[in-house]
């Protein structure tokens, strides 16, 4: 389908029903596959043939979705995952072990920032984060001989910092390491990143591809381009043997399109298990037949929204690269000219306390730890999704305390600026 229009590929993708077969994707619900001999099943786990033996590593209902958001990326492979964390453990996971580095944006979600700086250091990857505004001086300097990869989001939530992803992919490309990408705020209907250089984009797909908080879920996506091979000292786990799964060299085996996401799979979601369910992808996918046309309402509403707020006295600042003013409003431009997303992050002068109030008088607007749904919600990072971070490491990341995020659904975008209204007006 990657010839397609993206419009096209959100309704039909992934899935080509033949005669007098289901139109709709199936939920295959199995756990395990029969075959008539033993050999047939010992070729699936030799990797010599395709097809599925057990759902841990894969299953058709959740292929035929990776295969759409692959062709919605452009890119040669993808596999779902449970969740968006898993997506981003396994891609970088995938690329670093212990004794390895990683370089990434100080503006990314919290959990993974917790991920990187906590979870993996724990198993002896380090990590350098580096402003999403460093210079290219400044990124080369963060790099080491050890660097396995560079990780960034698209659009940080919820800092809504934009990635400059050509001048992160040069940087990364000149140490000789893939970027990954995490695309879930702008989704491939607003920007498609490695259209701009990037490697691996990672999703998670519980936010706008699902669009209606139904199912939790990831995605990582290989553009098939990195050539593994002409950098084999840096990545021993693609390019000498793997003797825990027959000596397959993924790299030789796979070539580029392959190799990454079959190593993910075979490996990682064999011992991991991060897998995600049938019924949560065929979910997944009917997200996926409308995000052409809700991504489009969202930025409606999103640009409404942060052009009231900009406007009104009592608050002190707002984060939004659709406003003309906006510190990224230029990569904006260029890296998401049909709109970026409906997150909108603001500062009231009051602070805290302000933020407080505000968010309880809305009625509209729910307090939930969740964004990019179909239905309006808000929180305060710093006492939610960012709870685990220091003022410090809040500051660092563009998070101040009294931070609201604001995440506008599908509703009438005169509503919701009412609702905001009515909610200021409680605030001192």
């Known amino acids: 389908m990657n010839h397609y229009r993206?419009?096209?590929?959100?309704?039909?993708?992934?899935?080509?029903?033949?005669?007098?077969?289901?139109?709709?994707?199936?939920?295959?619900?199995?756990?395990?596959?029969?075959?008539?001999?033993?050999?047939?099943?010992?070729?699936?786990?030799?990797?010599?043939?395709?097809?599925?033996?057990?759902?841990?590593?894969?299953?058709p209902t959740c292929d035929a979705v990776a295969a759409k958001i692959a062709a919605l990326e452009g890119g040669a492979a993808a596999m779902l995952t449970?969740?968006?964390?898993?997506?981003?453990?396994?891609?970088?996971?995938?690329?670093?072990?212990?004794?390895?580095?990683?370089?990434?944006?100080?503006?990314?979600?919290?959990?993974?920032?917790?991920?990187?700086?906590?979870?993996?250091?724990?198993?002896?990857?380090?990590?350098?984060?580096v402003s999403p505004d460093a210079t290219e001086a400044e990124l080369n300097e963060a790099f080491r001989p050890n660097t396995k990869a560079v990780f960034g989001e698209t659009i940080a939530n919820p800092a809504l910092t934009v990635l400059d992803i050509e001048k992160f992919a040069a940087a990364a490309h000149r140490h000789g390491v893939p970027l990954v990408v995490d695309n879930t705020f702008a989704t491939p209907m607003n920007c498609r990143p490695f259209e701009w250089g990037a490697d691996i984009v990672t999703h998670s797909t519980t936010k706008y591809m699902d669009g209606h908080g139904?199912?939790?879920?990831?995605?990582?996506?290989?553009?098939?381009?990195?050539d593994w091979m002409a950098h084999a000292e840096k990545f021993p786990g693609l390019c000498t043997p793997d003797e825990s799964y027959h000596g397959i060299t993924y790299a030789e085996k796979f070539g580029k399109e392959g190799a990454f996401i079959t190593k993910c799979t075979a490996q990682l979601m064999r011992d991991f298990g991060a897998t995600p369910s049938p019924q949560s992808a065929f979910y997944l996918n009917l997200g996926l037949e409308s995000l052409h046309v809700r991504m489009a309402r969202h930025c409606e509403n999103g640009q409404a929204v942060a052009e009231f707020l900009a406007g009104h006295p009592k608050v002190a600042r707002v984060n939004y690269c659709g406003l003309p003013g906006d510190k990224y409003h230029a990569l904006a431009e260029k890296y998401l000219p049909h709109g970026s997303c409906g997150v909108v992050s603001f500062e009231l002068k009051g602070g805290r306390e302000a933020a407080g109030v505000f968010m309880g008088r809305l009625k509209l607007a729910a307090i939930e730890t969740h964004v990019a749904d179909a239905r309006t919600c808000c929180l305060n990072p710093a006492t939610s999704t960012h709870r685990q971070m220091t003022d410090e490491q809040l500051a660092a990341a563009g998070i101040p305390a009294g931070l609201i995020r604001i995440s506008c659904g599908l509703e009438s975008r005169e509503d919701l600026i009412e609702d905001i209204q009515q909610a200021l007006e409680a605030v001192d």
């Open 82 to 129: 449970s969740s968006g964390q898993a997506a981003n453990f396994f891609a970088l996971f995938n690329l670093a072990s212990c004794g390895d580095h990683l370089v990434a944006s100080s503006s990314i979600y919290g959990g993974t920032f917790n991920l990187i700086s906590v979870t993996m250091a724990k198993m002896g990857v380090e990590a350098t984060f």
């Open 214 to 226: 139904v199912a939790v879920g990831g995605a990582i996506v290989d553009a098939g381009r990195f």
């Open 6 to 59: 993206p419009e096209t590929v959100c309704v039909q993708g992934g899935y080509t029903p033949g005669n007098g077969e289901p139109r709709q994707i199936p939920i295959v619900q199995s756990t395990t596959f029969k075959y008539t001999t033993s050999e047939d099943m010992g070729k699936l786990f030799d990797l010599e043939a395709s097809g599925y033996f057990y759902s841990r590593l894969q299953n």
